[in-house]
């Protein structure tokens, strides 16, 4: 939630910062020419909005948006909020919130939308349908259809959660135990750490003493008349607003809006509410430790006084002002490391709106725990630099680049958001007065504005947002730790650091030539020996001279988009026990490219300035880059193709990062029980003795080394089949020519097809069906429950399609009777993973989080699930919904050049033709109800051929806090 995001970036586990600015969302005309604008200038509101206020109060917006076709989200805003709450009535915000939605759920418009499959829970939305931050409490449900009596079913819902009727002292002494134990099983790391530090950064101010998680001793105290008289406070229409996201006609959402919410409560005047206090003095550090960390986390960071709504260009200007030093530092410091890394540390700097009264900068590293003390140093001398000496003027000019580029790149991504996470998006930006322009406006006004920041402007933004002496210095490490240092060792580091700060110059060594292309020469290309075009699908296939096969084909896109990718046949499927982890290794070449004439740095600041977005993974039986960028930066991207498959090098400290990731990704997976549920699945499913199966094993990390993985790279890159799919808004005859030059160029090599590697697919089966109860030492209460089936086999498309079918109802069904009704997990999903490399690989499974005396329970529904879909199969709504779903997501990525070049890369590899691609929806509409319970029923209707896992926490601090099989329970 944006208002109590924690400082925390890269909490050890998600790798991501939790901090994040607001979603720019829409999708609309630029503003005017470009030109010295007046700072009070508004800005451009997104002309695709519909924004409106009924009598009572309530302000509503609608933004017509058809991906998920045929869906509509909605979310409901109230200013209701804990800073709402009395002294005396801490913890109210979040029981009423909490309350009203689960009685809204056992009346009449509840019952109604927890029939309508994800509405409650929408397994995209990632978030749970109740929120409650310092400011607001809102409530979200996706509706599966757009018509006006599904619309009108969600409004209902919403419009009982504002009259608060189900507020009864029997519903609030019966579910107050439930809310906590919900919060409970729901607290992850971030949360914890939450508690553990924004008392202290807001010690005696209103904010700190009004914190918006679940304060038990606090809430235990509430009554019933409390939580009543917060309501009637806090939930007037006239307090509320509704966001609607979806494919609905803005004339019938506006209709029914006005039909079932005006009728509501205005609700008490309130007077206008000045800011809360924030600290005058914040703490000079503050420390804090969690057995589930794994890094050390070190952020700097000062709060001020929010700058208000972003409405004027003035506003926007400031901001983009911020943006820029954030941006220009990061960079120092990720030049500084390069060579030099501690540990394998990673740096992020960001600054933005934390809640309404405050804004946040900050400078975040993580590294091995052992060095927090050189991460404390590092990010107090990078902070101190900037803010004494300011920035220099190359550093000022790329940040510009990137954060222009960042800008463009929310042009393309707001299309692939869904109507729930546009809904998330659009409140957060307008129930807090900002302007919410279009992603197209926003970029065109970054352009605009950006080069007209001075460097005298932007260096004294810097100096006020890292000003040393407003700064406090956070510490988080292991609570494993053997030392863990006190606050005043910590601001005593800090302080001497901040008192010796090296000029800039020192800090970050500039070179003076920065490499503009990635290849000196260009390569001697090769031809195109044959050519096919498959007209129905607009495919065109080449073999080049070099036996890599190529795929292109045009998808006209608004954002000059292009996709590529490149698959390498092989990998993991050829290692043994001496070689097992090398094709994952071999990776990162992707990802921090480097050749004998280019290092990883030069590389990195040749891309810098592009677009260029790259993603790198390993299949059972492949490599795969992937790649998207504009269409003028194609043959940059295809010389960094050339590049990591000509002669790549893969460098020492990439190697050491990659073995430092990888082994806290596998420790990390073992400190949550729904983490370590992979762990065990692996352990049990896949054969045992198989090193290419499964999950990269500890084992295999630990003896790797960098001349091996450099080894098998060289020989992946010019021995191996290659197939690469190039699909966006570029022509065919450019795309080739391109592919002809760069991949012709390539060594010879046999060509790909359903044969490689066919002796190699052989596989020993897995063991037959058990169940399995396990537990390992977390603090994390959440318990991880899974049930599985083998999936379709290789190559089997029709049953492929069938159990995808049977996955959906079985995902529509769970999600109604285990989530809505029964309240027995916190998240549920249901996958089919078909078989690609080996056959028995295939696995269809119910997985869900839940608690420790409920697993049990929840256990058994998924497989009395499993076993009436085998046994009674599914009726003809249910599977026609469940085809309409599959439908609809598989038309939508047929406007995205990236579903196609990743589709395309393994047609040859597979043994398809590029109608298949075309052919899905068709194919889908054919499938009948008896054949999706007939392929289920081959796989998954006895017992003996299902296998269910349960694994629980276990206090760390128990004497035996290893990972202990309790039960194991054959089938057979």
Not at 99 to 110: P, V
Not at 938 to 948: H, L
Request: net charge negative; aromatic share 4%.
């Amino acid at each position: 939630m944006a208002a109590y995001r924690t400082f925390t970036s890269r909490l050890a586990l998600a790798g991501r910062r939790v901090l994040a600015t607001a979603l720019v969302v829409g999708a609309a005309a630029a503003p005017g020419a470009a030109g010295e604008r007046e700072p009070g200038e508004a800005l451009p509101q997104d002309p695709t909005l519909t924004i409106g206020e009924l009598d009572n109060g309530l302000r509503y917006v609608f933004m017509p948006h058809s991906n998920p076709p045929g869906q509509v989200a909605m979310r409901l805003y109230a200013d209701a909020g804990s800073l709402e709450e009395l002294e005396g009535e801490q913890g109210a915000a979040l029981m009423v919130g909490k309350l009203l939605f689960a009685s809204s759920l056992q009346r009449d418009a509840g019952r109604a939308l927890a029939d309508l499959p994800g509405a409650v829970a929408p397994a995209e939305w990632g978030r749970h349908p109740v929120e409650v931050d310092f400011e607001r409490a809102s409530f979200t449900v996706a509706l599966p259809l757009s018509n006006d009596a599904t619309i009108t079913t969600g409004l209902r819902f919403l419009a009982d959660i504002a009259r608060g009727g189900g507020l009864t002292d029997e519903l609030v002494m019966a579910s107050t135990p439930v809310v906590l134990d919900e919060e409970r099983a729901r607290e992850d790391l971030g949360t914890r750490l939450r508690r553990l530090i924004l008392p202290r950064m807001l010690d005696g101010t209103t904010i700190g003493r009004h914190m918006p998680f679940a304060m038990e001793e606090a809430i235990c105290t509430l009554n019933p008349g409390e939580l009543r008289a917060f309501h009637d406070r806090a939930y007037g229409a006239s307090s509320m607003t509704l966001v609607i996201v979806g494919d609905a006609r803005p004339i019938a959402v506006e209709r029914l809006v006005e039909a079932e919410l005006s009728d509501l409560d205005p609700g008490e005047a309130r007077a206008p509410k000045g800011p809360p206090e924030i600290p005058r003095e914040m703490p000079e550090s503050i420390v804090a430790t969690d057995q589930q960390l794994v890094l050390a986390v070190v952020e700097l960071f000062g709060i001020s006084s929010a700058g208000g709504a972003q409405t004027t260009i003035g506003d926007y200007r400031r901001r983009l002002g911020e943006r820029l030093v954030a941006r220009a530092l990061q960079n120092r410091v990720r030049a500084f490391l390069d060579g030099r890394p501690v540990g394998d540390t990673n740096v992020e700097v960001w600054t933005g709106r934390m809640t309404g009264p405050m804004d946040v900068a900050l400078v975040n590293a993580s590294g091995e725990s052992g060095a927090w003390d050189q991460l404390v140093e590092l990010v107090v001398a990078s902070a101190g630099a900037i803010a004494r000496d300011g920035l220099m003027e190359h550093e000022l000019e790329a940040a510009r680049t990137e954060v222009v580029t960042t800008r463009e790149s929310e042009v393309r991504d707001s299309g692939d958001m869904t109507s729930a996470q546009l809904a998330f998006a659009l409140g957060e930006r307008y129930t807090r007065g900002d302007v919410v322009m279009s992603a197209e406006a926003s970029a065109e006004l970054a352009r605009e504005l950006t080069p007209q920041l001075t460097l005298d402007e932007v260096n004294a933004i810097a100096e006020r947002m890292f000003e040393p002496s407003r700064l406090t210095t956070l510490v988080l490490l292991p609570g494993s730790m053997p030392q863990i240092p006190d606050t005043e060792e910590v601001a005593r580091l800090a302080r001497t650091v901040a008192a010796d700060v090296a000029p800039a110059h020192a800090v970050v060594p500039r070179r003076e030539e920065v490499a503009t292309a990635l290849l000196d020469d260009a390569p001697d290309a090769g031809s195109i020996d044959e050519i096919e075009l498959h007209p129905r699908s607009g495919v065109a296939s080449a073999w080049l001279s070099s036996g890599v096969r190529v795929h292109v084909r045009t998808v006209p896109s608004e954002t000059s988009q292009v996709a590529m990718t490149i698959t390498i046949a092989g990998g993991r499927i050829e290692e043994s026990a001496e070689t097992a982890g090398l094709s994952a290794a071999s990776s990162r070449i992707w990802l921090e490219p480097a050749s004998p004439a280019r290092s990883v740095a030069d590389l990195r600041d040749a891309l810098a300035a592009t677009t260029i977005q790259r993603q790198a993974y390993v299949e059972d039986d492949r490599l795969v880059f992937s790649a998207s960028c504009q269409r003028d930066e194609l043959e940059t991207l295809m010389q960094l193709s050339h590049v990591v498959l000509d002669d790549p090098v893969i460098e020492e400290q990439v190697f050491e990062g990659w073995v430092w990731r990888e082994s806290r990704t596998i420790e990390a997976r073992t400190r949550s029980a729904p983490h370590f549920l992979n762990d065990v699945v692996n352990d049990f499913v896949e054969p045992q003795d198989d090193v290419r199966r499964g999950l990269l094993r500890a084992e295999s990390i630990k003896r790797a080394t960098r001349d091996g993985a450099q080894q098998w790279l060289g020989r992946l890159v010019s021995e191996n089949p290659i197939e690469v799919a190039i699909a966006g808004d570029v022509s065919r005859e450019e795309a080739l020519e391109l592919a002809r030059i760069y991949l012709g160029s390539l060594a010879p090599r046999d060509r790909v097809g359903p044969a490689s590697f066919a002796k190699m697919r052989a596989s020993e089966p897995a063991l037959p069906g058990f169940e399995l109860t396990i537990s390992t030492p977390t603090p994390n209460p959440a318990t991880g429950v899974l049930v599985a089936a083998r999936g379709s086999e290789p190559g089997d498309e029709r049953t492929r399609r069938r159990l995808d079918l049977a996955a959906r109802v079985l995902a529509n069904r769970l999600t109604v009777e285990a989530m809505q009704r029964n309240r027995l997990a916190s998240s549920i999903g249901v996958r089919h993973y078909p078989g690609v490399a080996y056959r028995q690989s295939g696995l269809i499974f119910a997985v869900g989080i839940t608690d420790e005396d409920s697993a049990g329970d929840l256990a058994g529904r998924f497989e009395g699930a499993f076993a009436r879909l085998a046994k009674l199969g599914v009726s003809e709504e249910e599977l026609d919904y469940a085809r309409s779903q599959l439908e609809a997501e598989h038309t939508a990525r047929l406007e995205d050049p990236k579903f196609w070049a990743s589709a395309m890369a393994q047609l040859e590899y597979r043994g398809r033709e590029p109608e298949w691609i075309l052919d899905e929806p068709g194919e889908l509409r054919r499938v009948t109800s008896l054949q999706v319970q007939s392929s289920f029923a081959t796989v998954g209707a006895g017992i003996d051929d299902r296998w269910r896992f349960i694994v629980k926490p276990e206090a760390p601090e128990a004497p035996d806090a290893q990972q202990e099989i309790r039960v194991n329970t054959p089938r057979r």
